[in-house]
């Protein structure tokens, strides 16, 4: 019979900066892409309205929908070997990263503001209409006001998601938690020990994060 798995935690004490540095990483990484990802998904939703040219949003709906159905460590593996030579600029990892984890998120955050905007009711754009206000005032002041709370649950569930996407930056060597984890195996040969910490460093963040969202989307369900 094989002995039973020593387990010993205090072997990656000495490691503890390395997997800060990691979490740091990551950390940026969901912050940086997160915040351009709202912007990309904004202006793209609002391509994707009804009122805008057929020539406009079916295109921008053709590129959102292969960024949609297309896996992300496709995108990433792609935007670091391909996306250089198509461009003809050297990119580094971390660059090509940020350049396929932002237009993946923007992709579904666009349609989040895109359903949120449609789901409010059509007479509020006539009734901003009949007191003669523009449709950039409309849309700012009557339109945008009233999807907001209609968004929050979706766009904080797909923020959460892409912390855990963050974790597919290691496929191309960028110095995440996970990558830094695959360099502390090699040191400690401590391999449970070492995902399993990062297993819970994942739920220390994560799941706190989803108590948040299920108790926002309560109160905006219980509101209406």
């Known amino acids: 019979m094989q002995n039973a798995y020593s387990w010993d935690f ?8 390395v997997f800060w540095n990691g979490l740091l990483v ?10 351009a990802g709202l912007v990309v998904g904004l202006f793209t939703g609002l391509l994707r309205l009804p009122k805008v040219t057929r020539w406009v949003s079916v295109p921008v709906q053709v590129w959102t929908e292969i960024f949609r159905c ?9 935007a670091y070997y391909a996306l250089p030579v198509l461009i003809g600029v050297d990119l580094s990892a971390g660059t090509a990263c940020f350049i396929a984890l932002t237009f993946y998120a923007g ?4 349609e989040i503001f895109r359903g949120g905007i449609e789901a409010i009711d ?11 206000m523009r449709r950039g005032k409309i849309f700012a002041r009557i339109i945008l006001p009233q999807s907001v709370p209609l968004m929050i649950p979706a766009l904080i ?4 998601l892409q912390l855990k996407n963050t974790s597919l930056v290691s496929a191309v060597a960028v110095g995440d938690l996970l990558y830094q984890g695959t360099v502390i195996t090699g040191a400690s040969f401590r391999p449970l020990e070492v995902y399993t910490v990062i297993a819970a460093i994942y739920f220390a963040i994560l799941f706190p994060l ?4 299920n108790r926002i989307e309560k109160r905006l369900g219980a509101s209406k």
């Open 70 to 78: 297309t896996p992300l460590l496709v995108l990433l593996v792609w």
């Open 10 to 17: 205090g072997a990656l004490l000495p490691y503890a900066p």
């Open 122 to 132: 059509k007479g509020q754009w006539e009734a901003g209409r009949a007191i003669g």
């Open 157 to 160: 569930n797909q923020t959460i």
């Open 210 to 213: 989803t108590l948040v969202a």
């Open 107 to 110: 992709a579904f955050y666009a």
């Open 26 to 35: 990551t950390l940026g990484f969901t912050v940086s892409t997160v915040l």
